[in-house]
């Protein structure tokens, strides 16, 4: 089966402080692993895939298999990054993502 | 100019009746997603079409009959409406795998009285 764990419903940081959102699945194969990012008033849309190995807005996010996770990073947390993160899963036969229950990030000024 | 677009934006009705939401792409994708998001904010898929054939069916009451008429749209039907079925309800389309970007549209405030 596979599972999407985000164990933090709310994240609240200040300003410059650094964030991580966690994010822990379970798949027995190799999956492919995304985040998806909700700003207040728009539509949930892609930040980044852990394919792509890319920087988007200052965020990263590594898969590590071993610990079956993949974190999002950002060193520096902006007030305009306060939105839901859903982190998600894809298994071998791409044909769903399987979400997990979001993440809420506030950056306080 | 407006990707994924869904009908109605919100939609309030009394339990026991059938309803639908409409939705379009207008991206050319081959597949096209509807997601259910509960009050505590958790996405899950219903069902999934490719090219007008039914790809996936999450263990969704056979009270929702999802309808693809041509690829660009994939329409919802829901009938004998419950309280449970109170959500948000997303649609989205990727160009073919779920695993490709997936692009969704603004929602549909559904709340069953």
């Known amino acids: 089966a596979q599972r999407v764990t985000q164990p933090e419903k709310l994240l609240s940081v200040f300003k410059g402080a650094p964030v991580e959102l966690k994010c822990n699945y379970s798949?027995?194969?190799?999956?492919?692993l995304f985040w998806y990012v909700q700003y207040s008033r728009q539509r949930l849309q892609l930040l980044l895939r852990?394919?792509s190995r890319e920087s988007i807005k200052g965020f990263t996010a590594d898969l590590n298999k071993g610990e079956t996770s993949f974190h999002l990073k950002k060193p520096f947390a902006q007030e305009e990054d306060s939105a839901m993160y859903y982190c998600?899963?894809?298994?071998?036969?791409?044909?769903?993502?399987?979400f997990g229950a979001g993440t809420i990030l506030r950056v306080k000024s | 100019d407006t990707a994924v677009s869904q009908t109605p934006k919100y939609l309030v009705t009394q339990m026991g009746n059938d309803k639908s939401i409409k939705c379009e792409q207008n991206?050319?994708?081959?597949?096209m997603y509807w997601y259910k998001q509960d009050s505590k904010k958790f996405l899950k898929i219903m069902f999934s079409?490719?090219?007008?054939?039914?790809?996936i069916n999450e263990t969704v009451p056979n009270r929702f009959s999802p309808k693809s008429p041509d690829k660009a749209h994939l329409n919802l039907h829901i009938n004998s409406l419950e309280l449970g079925d109170s959500a948000v309800y997303f649609c989205?389309?990727?160009?073919?795998?779920?695993?490709?970007?997936?692009?969704f549209g603004p929602g549909t405030r559904l709340t069953v009285l």
């Open positions: 989205a389309s990727s160009q073919d795998a779920a695993t490709d970007t997936q692009y």
């Open positions: 798949y027995s194969g190799s999956p492919e």
């Open positions: 852990h394919i």
């Open positions: 998600a899963l894809s298994g071998v036969d791409g044909n769903k993502l399987v």
């Open positions: 991206l050319g994708h081959d597949t």
């Open positions: 079409y490719n090219n007008k054939e039914l790809i």
